[in-house]
Every structure is written in structure tokens, then in C-alpha cells.
């Protein structure tokens, strides 16, 4: 086998290195920097280039090699190559080829294109490592440009009343995303200092984000009227945001599909709004490697693995400790949705 | 019906019950009329009947997606809501449409007098036009499951703001008997009420529960009135026109259910309206409510269930006499009318007065709730003499003070998803007691703890299945859980030979051990003493 399922993650024997592990080893493979993925503690990290800064900011002191997306690199016995996933700025999926055989490991991914994430791109492989976050069929995303409208009239409509609107969205990747579909006539945009810290990193690295301005505690908010406030979603019920009155609430996530959860989140206003591929994504993306077995790893692993199979691929599913498994985990503390 | 969904979104969506009022105020203000009234209708529970059974639509839901039906049936309880999933698994529209939400009923309603093959027809072509948040509402009118999470009070506030009418008449004017086929918009509404409908209840008073600092708080004890809070349905009787009819407080039209209320008219006066418990009776105390229960189900009630289980009512208030409306009368006057009229009724009639109860402190008051459960009542009402009989649920004047509830320490053995809004969460609990070196199930629970712990129980719950039916989790018997509920009764439905009544999760005993849990003998004893 190319790559093998081991208590640390998944590892290649050909070039004795892990793949996102979970425990610390002496080399670790990464897609990209959210928490789940790229964990403290290796000795040695291998990333995109565009993926550093932001692994950087969060691990501290490490040591980190990079390469360019598609820049094939020699590990022992093993080919290696980084691909553009679509998931967040620097994300990637991993290709290992020993020997002419070819597996991919997606990572986290996303194949609809957004305004800062180098696109998805498929690759073909014998075996193909699938995230299924998503892998229901109620789960489609509408196209971009229709969820910006969607997001800039409720700011509009609320700044019209002398209303802030509270956008909650996972600081790395989502909120940056958010931030990319804004329109800044319609008034300031205020972050929270977690969102801010990413911001500055991927503005550090080129990439184009409208202006923000950091809340810290001497901001009069009287003097920012009808702002959008982008912050984590655990900061929307929180004292932190309390200064900001009257307000609107709203959170962007894939999760806010679902009834149940916009309800359970209480929020005013959902925005179906994910970092990761809906159900047509999950099928186009699959179909298009090529792959004959696919390991399902985290998300609806049941189900997706069925519905695989009776499509006639070999499918198994892979216990990892990716998050994104469960909807509140993922919804409450991860960086997932 | 896009303006109708779009109210039901932003309703469904925010907390502030403010916005929640304006926005039903503009909907009364400017939406056609004949949607005005099926809106009051759907917000008041008179939905219209299921036109196609649920199996169908899952079928042709999964067959138009394009998906195997057993891939829809295991999204349905992960989104929690039928009506939703197939909104959500549908292609997207390929056309548009504005019709308005009495078109639309119309249409469904007419699906019941065709054959299945123009039904399918009709549905899949209705879905092929409307967007997701539509369709889910479309859905629930054809599955008959339509609900709204507002209350009757602030419907009829939003209908105050829109109309300029007084909020309690309106609210008078929406019980009863009617639906959009019997009435219009103008005639429920706008026009002079009429006071046409006999059967028409008054809309009841509702009682705020005491918190834990019990009555001390509320004033001299002189000023109130005490009785027994029994264990029944709440029910107003009306005697008007020759006739007689029995409302629930869910309002719903329970005469033929309970025929020997009927002889009510034999021993009262045409125009009376007394408010009172409705319970099965033993010829002298209520019976447990489980017995009670075996009669709500049923439209005919077989002769030997009417000798097992005979149903009386135990009045406490007066709201109609000789056809006039006594709710603006003190209640210590509206109580004496009703002693009067109901001292002179024989031992066998259908109907007694709910004892008054004497106290002359609030102390006296808490030694006689602590004798409650003796008198099967589950504990204490408390009324402002001086009171008028309010509308809905007003602060101030009716408290309950109920018996703390009776509690067992139980291990959690199996967990079950949630629906709608406690979807994705394991929410339904299955909990035993200890028997031996088994574990012996005697109750289910779904509430009482905080979304905060639901989530981690639901984290603990993934890791720690043992086994799975179908939806079911058996998990590892680790943790306990204080039960608390109302009643014990025998039950030979059980396999622990007790039923509970409402039973909820009172606390997560994170301190027991499960071999600190209660027993099946604990259980037993508790039947002895309050079954």
C-alpha cells in the first residue's frame, strides 16, 4: 500500500512520512493550517508556500519546508506533489506516487471556486482519500456571487435601521471569504481581534481583502454606525459583543442549510456558506480522479460509503480524528465548516 | 405564496418577539385577504387535512432527485423534518410562480378527489416551481404537519396592531368552531361579532407557576382563594341553545368524547359556561390520570371503559350565566354564583364543585399542598379574589404552586437523535434501574437539560455506542441521571411494570456511580406509595 491507516494518521512506508497526523511525528505532510490538520509537536513540516504564513502564525517556532503547488518532491521511494483544494487560502490536496501507483489525500476541500482560495483541481489517482463533510444529498451550495447578495442586503437593511450586523464565520478561511464578498460602500467593517490576527497574515502574503477595523476595547461603536462586525461564532453571544447595539445576528456556515441548526444557533440570519464540497461537489470531484478505491475519512461516512459502493467504487471508511465529523463539534469549536 | 413564506422564514428565524409581532402586523395589513384568514386559520391549528400520505411523497421526492429512496431515508433524521428534506434533496426550480397560499390550499385540497397517478402530477409539478424555503412549506400543508412557533397571545397581538381592535375580543372571536370554509376575513374580524356560534368557548385564563420562594410574596393571605390543582384536562362546559359542548384548552371539541357530560343539561340552566377539570372519577377522588388517558383517544367510548373510567367535572369558575359574560365579575363572586348553582346538584350528576380551600396563613397553605398527592391533586391553585377571568396568560392574579416533583437516580442505556430543532443532537434517552446485576428500562426522557450539556452527552454518546438499532444507540451504562416526574402508575405495558408521568432529566449526576443508582424495588415502593 502506498499510504497505510495508523494509530499517528496516515503514513507512507516508501517515504516513511505522515500525512496531517494526529500525534507527533518526526515528519508530517500538511494540507493546510486549521487546527485539525496541522497539529503541534512534529519535528518536521512540509506545506505550499501559501499555506506557511498562516501555519506559521499558529504553531509558533517550526520547522517548515515548502513547495509550490504541482513542484513534485522526492521523499525516500515516494513522489510527492501539493494541488490546489479549494478549501482555504494555501489548502491542498496531497498526491504519493510509489512506483507508478497514485494516491491522492483531499484534505479538506472545496470544488466550487471562491475570490481567494487557488481553485480545486481534480487529480487522477488510483485511490482517493476523501474528506465527506457534506456527503448528504440535502447538502448543495448556491453559486457565490448569489450568497453576497444575500449577505450585503441584510447589511444594507440593517444599516438602513442604524443596526449593526453580527456575522459569525470561523476566522481562518470563512471569515476572510466573507470578507471578499462585501460591499464597502455600504458601510465600515469591524473584526474581531481572532478574525483581524488571519487577516493580517494573508494580507502579509498578497492576498486582497477590503479594509477592516480591529475592535479593541477604547472603539466608541456609537462612532461606526450600521457596521458589519465579522467575528468568531463564539463571540456572537458573548459581553465582547454587547457593545455592539441594537444589532442583527447572522452566521455563515454550510450547516445553516438545515433548519434545525439555524434554529438551535438562534440567530436572525442563516447564510449557507461552506469551505467545504456539497453533494455534487463531493460526486464531480470523486468521479473526476478517477480512482478506483476510495477511503472515505470524516463527515457522513456511513452513509457516503453506501451510497460509493452501490455506485460501484471500492469504498472503506477511515476512522480519523479529523473534526468535522460532528455537527456541533464542528459548529461550536472547529475550524471545519 | 411567496409572501406567506416569507413570513413563515422570518419567523421560523428570529428570537425578538417583537419583530415577530410587526412582521405578522404588516402580513394582517397587506396580504390578500383570503390569506389573511388561512394565515389566522394555519397560526391557530386548523390546518388543512393531509392530502397525500407522507410514503408517497418520500418516494416521489427520492425517485425526482434522483437518489435511492434508502439514501433520503437516512437524511430525513438527520435534517429532522420530512417536509424540509424534500425540499432540500429536489433539483432546483426550473420555473417561477407567485400565486398566493388560498390558491395553493385550494389546489391541495382538491388532490384528495383525484386518482394517484394526477396527483403525483400535480405535486411534482408544484415543486418544480417554487425555491427551497416554499416548498418546505407547501410540504407541510400537503402532510397535514403545518405548525409555527408563535404563541395564539401574539398572533392575536400582531392582529390587535393590525386591525386597531382590542386584543381580548379578538381573542374571543378566534375560539370556537370555525374554519375558512364557515367564515370570511370580514365576518371573523372586522364585522360586528355576531355571537352566532353557540358552541364558541371563551378563550381560558391561564395560571403563572410560583417559583421557589413560594406565596409569602404575594400579600395577605385574605386576598386569595385556594383549591386543589387536579390532574386532568382543563375543559370549559357550555350550556347554550338547547345544547351542550366540551372544549379542551387545546380547543378542541371533545363533547362526543365524553357523553356523560351530557346530563349536565338535565341539572343546568341554558346559558351557563362553567371553566373546570375534566378527570375520571371514583365517586369520591379523581382517579390517576393514566385512567383518564385510556378516554382522550377515543371518539366512541365502549360501555365497559365508561364504567371503569366515568369522567366528572370538577368546576372552579363561572364565566357564563343566564347567557351573560361574568368574566369582568370579581372571581370571589363568579366562585360563590357557582357554589350556588352547583349545591343543589345531586351526588350522581356529572359535575361538582372543586372544594374551596380555608387557610388563614401561608403557612397553613404549605402543610395542606404537602398533603396533595393524598387527595390525587398534583398540588395547589391560588386566585386573587378580586380578580377579573383574564385572557391567556396574564402575571399576576392565578399562580400555580405544584408538588415538587418525585425523582429517582436512573442510568442512561440507549440514546436516540432529536428532531427539528435537536436534530443531529442525541436528545431521547432511554433510562433503567438496577435489578441485580441488571439494568431494567423503565422510562423514556427527552428534556430538561441545558443545549450545552445535550452536546456533550452527545459527543460522549458517539464514542461510546455499543451497538445500534437502526436509530437506536445502546451506549456504555455509565452515567445516571436524576428522573424526575408527576405520577407512577401500573403499567403491564412495561417491562418494569410502571408507567411515569412526565418524566424528564432533572440532573446530570456526574457524582453516582451507577451502582449508586435507584432499584427496581425503590421503583416498586414508590408505586406502593403514590401509584
Not at chain 1, 476510495?294 to 451510497?307: C, K, L, N, Q, S
Request: with cysteine; net charge negative; proline share 6%.
Amino acid at each position: 500500500m502506498v499510504l497505510e491507516f495508523k494509530p499517528h494518521g496516515i503514513y507512507c512506508p516508501a517515504g516513511d512520512f505522515f500525512i496531517d497526523p494526529w500525534k507527533p511525528v518526526d515528519r508530517a505532510l500538511i494540507t493546510h493550517g486549521h487546527a485539525d490538520h496541522a497539529r503541534p509537536g512534529h519535528q518536521r513540516y512540509l506545506s505550499t508556500v501559501s499555506a506557511a504564513p498562516v501555519m506559521r502564525h499558529r504553531l509558533g517556532e517550526i520547522t517548515l519546508e515548502t513547495v509550490h503547488y504541482g513542484e513534485a518532491k522526492q521523499i525516500g521511494d515516494a513522489t510527492v506533489s501539493f494541488h490546489p483544494a479549494g478549501h482555504v487560502p494555501g489548502s491542498a490536496q496531497i498526491r504519493v506516487e510509489v512506483k507508478g501507483e497514485v494516491w491522492v489525500v483531499s484534505g479538506d476541500y472545496k470544488t466550487e471556486p471562491d475570490r481567494l482560495s487557488e481553485p480545486f483541481e481534480p487529480v487522477r489517482c488510483h485511490s482517493f482519500i476523501s474528506e465527506c463533510t457534506f456527503g448528504l444529498p440535502v447538502f448543495t451550495w448556491a453559486q457565490e456571487d448569489i450568497v453576497a447578495k444575500e449577505i450585503n442586503g441584510w447589511w444594507a437593511a440593517n444599516a438602513a435601521k442604524g443596526m449593526f450586523s453580527l456575522l459569525g464565520a470561523y476566522s481562518l478561511g470563512k471569515a476572510q471569504r466573507v470578507l471578499s464578498l462585501l460591499d464597502p460602500s455600504i458601510g465600515p467593517i469591524l473584526t474581531h481581534g481572532a478574525v483581524e490576527n488571519t487577516n493580517a497574515v494573508l494580507r502579509a502574503q498578497g492576498l486582497a481583502l477590503p479594509d477592516t477595523l480591529h475592535v479593541t476595547p477604547d472603539l466608541d461603536p456609537k462612532a461606526h454606525p450600521g457596521a458589519m462586525v465579522l467575528a468568531p461564532p463564539g463571540a456572537l453571544g458573548s459581553t465582547w459583543a454587547r457593545r455592539f447595539r441594537p444589532n442583527s445576528t447572522g452566521f455563515a456556515s454550510g450547516w445553516m442549510r438545515l433548519r434545525g441548526v439555524r434554529r438551535r444557533r438562534a440567530v436572525d440570519r442563516g447564510f449557507v456558506m461552506s469551505d467545504h464540497a456539497d453533494w455534487p461537489g463531493l460526486n464531480a470531484a470523486i468521479r473526476e480522479t478517477n480512482a478506483e478505491n476510495i477511503y472515505v475519512t470524516h463527515g457522513y461516512t456511513d452513509i457516503f460509503a453506501r451510497w460509493l459502493k452501490e455506485s460501484g467504487l471500492n469504498t472503506e471508511i477511515i476512522p480519523t480524528e479529523f473534526t468535522g465529523e460532528t455537527l456541533d463539534a464542528a459548529t461550536d469549536d472547529g475550524d471545519a465548516a | 405564496m411567496k409572501r406567506f413564506t416569507a413570513l413563515y422564514a422570518t419567523l421560523d428565524q428570529t428570537t425578538k418577539t417583537s419583530v415577530k409581532t410587526s412582521e405578522m402586523a404588516g402580513y394582517f395589513v397587506d396580504a390578500p385577504v383570503e390569506d389573511r384568514l388561512w394565515t389566522v386559520a394555519l397560526f391557530s391549528g386548523r390546518r388543512p387535512r393531509r392530502a397525500i400520505t407522507t410514503t408517497k411523497l418520500r418516494e416521489w421526492a427520492a425517485e425526482r432527485a434522483d437518489i435511492p429512496l434508502w439514501l433520503f431515508e437516512e437524511s430525513y433524521p438527520i435534517v429532522g423534518d420530512l417536509a424540509e428534506t424534500i425540499a432540500l434533496v429536489l433539483p432546483p426550480a426550473t420555473r417561477d410562480q407567485d400565486e398566493s397560499l388560498s390558491t395553493w390550499i385550494g389546489r391541495l385540497r382538491a388532490l384528495d378527489r383525484q386518482d394517484e397517478e394526477s396527483r403525483k402530477a400535480a405535486v411534482l409539478e408544484a415543486w418544480d416551481q417554487m425555491g427551497a424555503q416554499e416548498r418546505m412549506v407547501f410540504n407541510k400543508l400537503l402532510t397535514g404537519g403545518f405548525r409555527i412557533g408563535v404563541s395564539r397571545k401574539l398572533m392575536t397581538r400582531a392582529l390587535a396592531q393590525a386591525t386597531g381592535r382590542d386584543e381580548a375580543e379578538l381573542a374571543h372571536r378566534l375560539m370556537g368552531d370555525w374554519t375558512p370554509d364557515t367564515t370570511t376575513w370580514e365576518a371573523l374580524i372586522e364585522a360586528p361579532d355576531s355571537g352566532a356560534d353557540l358552541s364558541r368557548p371563551y378563550p381560558f385564563c391561564l395560571a403563572y407557576g410560583l417559583d421557589d420562594d413560594g406565596p409569602e410574596t404575594l400579600g395577605e393571605p385574605k386576598d386569595w382563594l385556594a383549591e386543589w390543582k387536579w390532574d386532568g384536562i382543563r375543559g370549559q362546559l357550555i350550556l347554550r341553545g338547547g345544547e351542550h359542548f366540551v372544549w379542551s384548552r387545546g380547543e378542541e371539541l371533545m363533547t362526543d368524547r365524553f357523553p356523560e357530560l351530557a346530563r349536565a343539561r338535565d341539572f343546568l340552566p341554558d346559558g351557563t359556561v362553567i371553566d373546570g377539570e375534566i378527570v375520571a372519577w371514583d365517586g369520591t377522588a379523581p382517579l390517576p390520570f393514566n385512567a383518564l388517558q385510556k378516554r382522550i383517544g377515543r371518539k366512541t367510548v365502549p360501555k365497559k371503559l365508561l364504567k371503569d373510567a366515568p369522567v366528572i367535572v370538577l368546576a372552579y369558575d363561572l364565566l357564563e350565566e343566564n347567557g351573560e359574560d361574568l368574566r369582568e365579575v370579581p372571581f370571589a363572586e363568579r366562585r360563590a354564583r357557582l357554589d350556588a348553582i352547583l349545591g343543589t346538584l345531586p351526588e350522581d350528576a356529572p359535575l361538582r364543585a372543586s372544594s374551596v380551600l380555608p387557610f388563614k396563613s401561608w403557612k397553613t397553605l404549605a402543610d395542606l399542598r404537602s398533603t396533595a398527592r393524598e387527595e390525587r391533586a398534583e398540588g395547589l391553585m391560588i386566585k386573587r379574589a378580586s380578580s377579573p377571568y383574564h385572557t391567556g396568560r396574564k402575571k399576576g392574579d392565578w399562580w400555580k404552586w405544584k408538588l415538587d416533583p418525585l425523582t429517582i437516580d436512573a442510568v442512561m442505556i440507549y440514546a436516540q437523535q432529536g428532531h427539528g430543532r435537536r436534530a443531529n443532537l442525541f436528545t431521547d434517552f432511554t433510562f433503567a434501574v438496577r435489578d441485580g446485576n441488571e439494568l431494567v428500562p423503565f422510562t423514556k426522557a427527552y428534556s430538561g437539560l441545558t443545549d450545552a450539556e445535550f452536546r456533550k452527552i452527545t459527543a460522549w454518546v458517539r464514542k461510546n455506542t455499543m451497538q445500534r438499532f437502526g436509530p437506536v444507540r445502546q451506549v456504555r451504562a455509565e452515567h445516571v441521571f436524576e428522573i424526575a416526574f408527576e405520577g407512577i402508575a401500573e403499567s403491564t405495558r412495561h417491562k418494569s411494570g410502571v408507567s411515569l408521568r412526565f418524566p424528564r432529566m432533572k440532573r446530570w449526576r456526574h457524582d453516582k456511580p451507577v451502582n449508586e443508582a435507584n432499584t427496581i424495588e425503590d421503583l416498586r415502593e414508590m408505586l406502593a406509595q403514590y401509584g
